[in-house]
């Protein structure tokens, strides 16, 4: 569930009637998601995404993911629009919490996942890649090799045996693959999603229609966000690679931007990364989040079985 935070109609209302938007006519809380507060709020203009931000983001990074977002949003890129108000601001207050109003997107997340829209996932992230160049400030990806590092030295708390295998084993790949990270300078850098799973896309009448939840994003290798997308898009099961799925989301990639040699010969190692980086944060969450707690905890398990198929693989 993903709303933590009370909103009061009054409250509501009198924070719409800073902006250019009518008046409200209902708003929902939105189920789906896990980080912030999220409310679909339909006024006499159209409809709009809410967003409360909760503890866990820092309310001094939030004008970078808006300013990306509005960046991308002005390329042509189907992404949330901040809404701004009358005196031009966009990031505000609401029920105690910094607050956003975006854009709504048509479209919902696929249920079966094709090649056709594997493609069309990696000609929307190339795309996103390139628009991306032209917002110059840059955010340090917290998820990379030394935040990693940082975030198993938080995971060992005991467990049970399942549980301390697996930080066994990560402990000895985390170290191996941390060495093996490719040098800054070596691969092309920008703005990255970093977080473009299937929930993330929405596609309407069979064409990709937008990409949502921009709060992972960060300034790292362009590739490592394919890496990402290789792990989320390209399992079966939870368990099976398809290279069909592969070969359509590089195809599509490389039909708007080509991947470079050294890019190509670094993705199986970032891959490995991407499957190491969504194992840990799983990992933790598994172990730190309190028995009967609303959100459901995610199988890190099945981020152990990516890594071990990108560990033997010399391609993707
Ligand atoms: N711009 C938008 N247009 C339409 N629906 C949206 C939009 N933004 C968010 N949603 C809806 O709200 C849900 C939650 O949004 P989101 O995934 O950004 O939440 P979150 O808690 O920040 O994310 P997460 O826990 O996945 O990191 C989405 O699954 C989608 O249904
Ligand atoms: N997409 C992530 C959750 C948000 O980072 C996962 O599936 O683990």
Known sequence: MAV?????????????????????????????????????????QGRFILTLFEKRMKPEELPWFLGLMAHLAGEGIACPQPVVAKDGVALRQLAGRPAILVSFLE???????????????????????????????ERANALAP??????FSRCTDGG??????????????LSALVAAWPEAGSLPRGQIHADLFMDNVFFQNGHLSGIID???????????????????????DERHYREDRAEAL???YEQVRPLNAAEHQALPILCQGAAMRFLLTRLY????????????????WAYQRRLHHFRKADHV
């Not at 938007?21 to 998601?33: K, Q």
């Not at 030394?146 to 975030?151: S, T």
Request: glycine fraction near 8%; charge should be negative; proline fraction near 2%.
């Open 214 to 236: 921009f709060y992972f994003a960060c300034t790292d290798f362009l590739a490592y966000d394919l890496a990402i997308c290789l792990n989320a898009w390209c399992f079966e």
């Open 4 to 44: 933590y935070t009370d909103l009061q109609e009054g409250d509501l209302r009198g924070f719409l009637s800073l902006y250019d938007i009518g008046e409200l006519r209902s708003f929902t809380g939105i189920a789906e998601g896990i980080e912030n507060s999220n409310f679909l709020v339909k006024t006499t």
């Open 250 to 252: 590089l195809r599509g």
């Open 285 to 300: 969450d598994w172990v730190h989040t309190p028995e009967g707690a609303l959100v459901t905890k995610k199988d890190p």
């Open 107 to 137: 479209g919902q997340s696929l249920e079966v996942v094709t090649p056709q829209a594997c493609e069309q996932v990696g000609r929307s992230l190339a795309r996103l890649h390139e628009a991306g160049l032209g917002y110059r400030a």
């Open 160 to 173: 049970d045996e399942a549980v301390k295998a697996l930080m066994a084993e990560v402990r000895t790949a």
């Open 146 to 151: 030394e935040g990693w590092v940082e975030l």
